[in-house]
């Protein structure tokens, strides 16, 4: 099967790949300095507004790519350009991005408010608009009434949800997911994935969401791009037709079944890749 | 010590509201802790009865073992002298302290700013520690010609090294991933030290302090067996000394206790501050009920 047979469709996707990407991949690799080559040649743009899911098995790279994409980290060769985004006097881009970890990665010794409210302080926002967009950004995932409780009193899922606040407080122009919900339970998890659509379809920011989940990944997003590991590099790129608001219905349509095939295709041809290289 | 925590909050899924489990309370203090304070108190009393009986009960002469209430006699009668001497070496270890504290602290951050700093001045840190107070009084009080701050620089020796070698570690050990996010808001290095490497190191920093807190008692009632030094200005480890020779065993045992019950105040204030510090967020200070 060839990485044409899994696009369905691209003409229907107007608003993707063709139009000016947001974040443009050339070439990327990385070698790690214990001689482990986790990207190789990777192409990729991102459109405006996407929702696209980097899926694979572990030590396929996808983190590691988009962890290169957050600036955290220099690719060992190829660029990654962000055509729109305004550039400092050095000439390194200077995007508009968040990033939510596996972990929520909270501080303890603060309250939900002041956690969500950390962007802003360290941009030197005054601190009456860091409290008012920082309570805004909590009442936007739900938690308006927790704004004083600390990280270790709350759920597993509300910490991801104060978690997703900090990074929406920006009002970033990408949001970087790295495997955010893999820690959560199933029934907190859709609730989740419904959560971040909603915010998702109502504003205009791009996501880039990795997983290991084929469910997931076709649930929420538009295009899903699988990679292989061994070196870590893309080898299906495919989108996903539903339209959107996606609900509770959708993950049991069938047409949610047929990209769910087509997408586990593509991840055991990912798996079946690193197997051979072996 | 009072119980401060706050009641555990219940949460039921994610819009419930939090319910508040409110803990009995006696005197104003939750039926949980008195235990804690009655139990010690019960077994202390009853050691001072069994010595006090024994005393009593065998003859045995003051001078060779005096019985509690004796001491406390002592404590009492002597007082005007005991309690100038307790003000003289609490003053030197709580000076002594908070010297530890503010250079323990400064140079862990300068530790902190660069690996070179640390590795050439951290194994330094580590020979004034291992080198024996004793063996350096004589020097220092030789050196320095007023002897309450040779006392104070002893005790600051003995006392620096638990709250630098912490505070060190605990800047070291912020989160991985808070700290790519800093990175990520382009935070300065002033900005990551001050909202994300000093509150980790909190945790690390109060646990030196504890130690800290008995040591420079201790340094400074060492210093001054080596120091030696008689007047009205001794501190109780004088008073030992003094009341050996005269074979004062009494007045003896009730500077040692003066001294014991100091260390016991310094370490319940300490351990107060560290509870009333973390007790919203760190492991160490959490109620568990499993």
Request: glycine content about 6%; overall charge neutral.
């Amino acid at each position: 099967m060839s990485v044409a047979d899994l696009t369905l469709d691209t003409a229907a996707q107007p608003a993707g790949r063709a139009a000016r990407p947001v974040v443009s991949c050339r070439g990327v690799a990385k070698l790690f300095s214990n001689g482990t080559l986790a990207l190789q040649n990777v192409d990729l743009d991102i459109g405006r507004h996407q929702f696209v899911s980097l899926l694979g098995p572990s030590g396929c790279g996808k983190s590691t790519l988009l962890r290169l994409i957050a600036g955290l980290g220099e690719a060992s060769a190829g660029t990654i350009d962000w055509p729109d985004a305004a550039h400092d006097s050095t000439g390194a881009a200077q995007p508009s991005l968040s990033f939510v970890f596996q972990e929520p990665t909270l501080m303890p010794w603060a309250s939900a408010i002041k956690n969500v409210m950390l962007p802003l302080k360290l941009a030197g926002v005054k601190p009456d608009e860091q409290r008012a967009r920082a309570a805004e950004a909590l009442r936007m995932v739900g938690l308006a009434a927790f704004e004083n409780a600390y990280p270790r009193e709350l759920s597993g899922g509300m910490k991801m949800r104060v978690s997703i606040a900090r990074a929406m407080v920006t009002r970033p122009q990408v949001l970087l997911m790295d495997e955010p919900f893999a820690a959560l339970d199933e029934i907190t998890r859709f609730k989740l994935n419904n959560d971040l659509l909603e915010l998702w379809h109502a504003s205009s920011f791009t996501v880039v969401f990795v997983t290991h989940s084929v469910f997931e990944s076709v649930f929420l997003s538009q295009r899903i791009v699988t990679m292989a590991a061994r070196p870590g590099r893309v080898i299906a790129d495919m989108d996903v037709t539903a339209p959107y608001p996606r609900a509770a219905d959708y993950r049991t349509s069938p047409l949610y079944n047929a990209h769910c095939k087509r997408a586990s295709e593509a991840l055991e041809q990912a798996m079946g890749h690193a197997l051979g290289a072996h | 010590m009072p119980d401060t925590a706050p009641a555990p909050v219940i949460t039921i899924g994610d819009d419930a509201p939090p319910v508040v489990l409110q803990e009995r309370r006696i005197l104003g203090v939750p039926a949980s802790t008195w235990p804690k304070v009655l139990m010690p108190l019960f077994v202390g009393v009853l050691a001072l009865a069994v010595w006090e009986f024994l005393v009593r009960y065998n003859g045995i002469p003051a001078y060779i073992l005096p019985g509690p209430l004796l001491i406390a006699q002592t404590m009492v009668t002597d007082w005007g002298t005991l309690s100038g001497s307790l003000w003289i070496t609490l003053s030197i270890s709580l000076a002594a302290l908070a010297v530890a504290v503010l250079l323990g602290v400064s140079l862990s951050v300068l530790f902190a700013q660069s690996k070179w700093v640390e590795l050439s001045f951290f194994p330094y840190a580590v020979i004034l520690q291992v080198t024996p107070i004793v063996a350096i009084a004589p020097l220092i009080i030789i050196w320095v010609n007023d002897v309450k701050l040779s006392l104070l620089i002893c005790a600051w020796i003995v006392a620096f090294f638990p709250i630098l070698s912490n505070t060190t570690l605990g800047l070291n050990s912020a989160d991985h991933n808070l700290l790519n996010l800093f990175q990520l808001y382009k935070a300065t290095r002033f900005q990551t030290l001050l909202h994300l490497r000093l509150p980790s190191a909190l945790p690390y920093f109060l646990g030196g302090l504890k130690i800290s807190g008995g040591l420079s008692l201790i340094g400074a009632v060492v210093a001054e067996f080596v120091a030696g030094t008689g007047g009205s200005q001794s501190g109780l480890a004088y008073r030992i000394l003094e009341s050996g020779y005269q074979l004062r065993i009494p007045r003896m045992f009730a500077a040692l206790f003066m001294i014991s019950i100091s260390g016991i105040v310094i370490f319940l204030c300490l351990s107060t501050l560290s509870h009333m510090v973390l007790r919203r967020w760190h492991e160490s200070a959490l109620k568990r009920e499993n």
